[in-house]
């Protein structure tokens, strides 16, 4: 009995260690995503508790948290079994911000200044319902099982598609929506926002306010190996700083997301790893970088928060989008878009139309080439900010495509020659894209 006693003792310890060195520095990241993921899905798109939890949050280890709205106060907060408490804000204009013990709850803030696109046009450039036209090169058929087939029946839980629109010669040709969802339902574009950061680079460019081949223009460089990156580098991926971007762990990337006051200096403090421009790297940090060098570019913050929703976003009627800011009031550019599948869509035409929006210029035609270029490294997967199948990454898909992405399968790609954007918001890392994309090409045929 006094050996089961012991070993069980020693069984017991090794457990208690596993526990505080392996499960419990995670506790503070759980709470943090939980409280963040229904804060958002709640004041933003008015979603219940019970359906964030059981779709947003149902991922490993997140489904642990306990989560607590407060509808006056406009916050969430949430424990993993009563430890690590996390608190996420709620302010409108600005979405859905974690907080820490610290942060200034009564403290002024500023918010973007919006205005609503109206007109008496139909979709994409008014936000009138859009006009049935039939093309006589489609096989509807084909397109239609091709959709269909993209969503879960009844009971199934493993495709978990939320919205897909197809768009075509800017008109709809496709449209369908999950149980609970709608044309009028805000998602969550995850890295896709990366894509909207880079426009905001674009569109300066084309203004003739920055350039882009010039070294990034960041005093704490100034003096060391990293004065020689450009912010073509970071654009691109191509920095060589060093960072690590695993979901599954503590890492550089969740530490920012979930516990740093300020981004947009998360990959700004990061030493050389690779000389620039010689090694690719995936990274949200380097995203969050841009945006504050994007917010430097400014006399006031206010022209900042502006400049985003003026110049872009409710310039091309985006006008249910909306990028939530940090505690420090930097956009998080790397994954907090916000819109509807068809706001997504406007997106996406507005690369078709590289940087045309019903006459107007937002950005030169070359920057569309330029963001479907691909970086160097990165083996024809990824250009500045968007991703690319010029490597054949998905095989049966026209190498054409590039395409804004984000985690769980967000997609808004842009097939140039074919006057076609898809886009695609669920929550699944399986999906079969490559069986989806094909079949609705697949669709049309060469003839106009």
């Given at each position: 009995m006094k050996k089961f006693f012991k070993i069980f003792a020693v069984l017991l310890f090794l457990l208690l260690v596993y526990l505080r060195t392996a499960i419990y520095p995670q506790l503070d990241l759980i709470s943090g995503f939980a409280s963040k993921s229904v804060a958002s899905g709640h004041f933003l798109d008015n979603r219940s508790l019970e359906t964030i939890q059981q779709g947003?949050?149902?991922?490993?280890?997140?489904?642990?948290a306990k989560n607590t709205i407060d509808a006056t106060e406009k916050y969430v907060t949430a424990t993993v079994y009563g430890l690590k408490?996390?608190?996420?804000?709620?302010?409108?204009?600005?979405?859905?911000?974690?907080?820490?013990?610290d942060f200034d709850v009564s403290k002024p803030y500023n918010v973007p200044k919006r205005k609503k696109l109206e007109n008496n046009l139909p979709f994409p450039y008014g936000n009138n319902e859009p006009k049935d036209t039939v093309f006589t090169n489609i096989d509807y058929k084909k397109l239609n099982a091709t959709v269909a087939n993209a969503f879960d029946k009844k009971g199934e839980k493993s495709k978990r598609t939320r919205a897909i629109l197809v768009i075509y010669k800017d008109k709809i040709i496709a449209e369908k929506y999950d149980t609970n969802?709608?044309?009028?339902?805000?998602?969550?574009?995850?890295?896709?926002?990366?894509?909207?950061t880079a426009?905001?680079?674009?569109?300066?460019?084309?203004?003739?306010?920055?350039?882009?081949?010039?070294?990034?223009p960041i005093t704490e460089w100034k003096k060391d190996n990293r004065a020689k990156i450009t912010l073509n580098d970071l654009l691109h991926m191509n920095s060589g700083l060093e960072w690590e971007e695993k979901y599954d762990k503590i890492c550089d990337a969740t530490k920012?997301?979930?516990?740093?006051?300020?981004?947009?200096?998360?990959?700004?403090?990061?030493?050389?790893?690779?000389a620039p421009n010689t090694h690719w790297n995936y990274s949200s940090g380097t995203t969050n970088l841009l945006s504050g060098?994007?917010?430097?570019?400014?006399?006031?913050?206010q022209e900042y928060l502006d400049f985003w929703y003026t110049n872009l976003l409710d310039k091309i009627g985006m006008n249910s989008a909306l990028v939530e800011t940090d505690m420090a009031g930097n956009f998080v550019g790397s994954s907090y878009g916000w819109a509807t599948a068809r706001d997504w869509g406007k997106f996406g035409l507005l690369y078709l139309h590289k940087g045309n929006w019903n006459g107007e210029q937002l950005f030169d035609e070359s920057w569309a080439n330029y963001v479907a270029t691909p970086t160097n490294t990165s083996n024809g997967r990824?250009?500045?900010?968007?991703?690319?199948?010029?490597?054949?990454?998905?095989?049966?898909?026209?190498?054409?495509?590039?395409?804004?992405?984000?985690?769980?399968?967000?997609?808004?790609?842009i097939f140039p020659s074919r006057d076609l954007v898809i886009v695609h918001l669920g929550l699944s890392e399986k999906f079969d894209f490559n069986r989806f994309l094909s079949g609705v090409t697949g669709s049309l045929s060469k003839k106009n």
């Open positions: 947003d949050n149902d991922i490993p280890k997140i489904d642990w408490e996390r608190k996420a804000i709620y302010r409108e204009g600005l979405g859905a911000t974690l907080i820490n013990d969802f709608n044309k009028n339902s805000r998602l969550l574009g995850w890295s896709m926002t990366k894509s909207i426009t905001m680079f674009g569109i300066l460019q084309k203004q003739g306010k920055i350039d882009v081949t010039k070294p990034a920012m997301l979930f516990q740093a006051e300020n981004m947009s200096r998360a990959q700004l403090e990061k030493p050389l790893a690779f060098i994007l917010r430097n570019q400014f006399k006031t913050h990824y250009g500045a900010q968007f991703w690319l199948n010029a490597g054949g990454h998905f095989p049966d898909v026209p190498r054409e495509m590039y395409y804004a992405s984000g985690y769980q399968g967000q997609m808004v790609a």
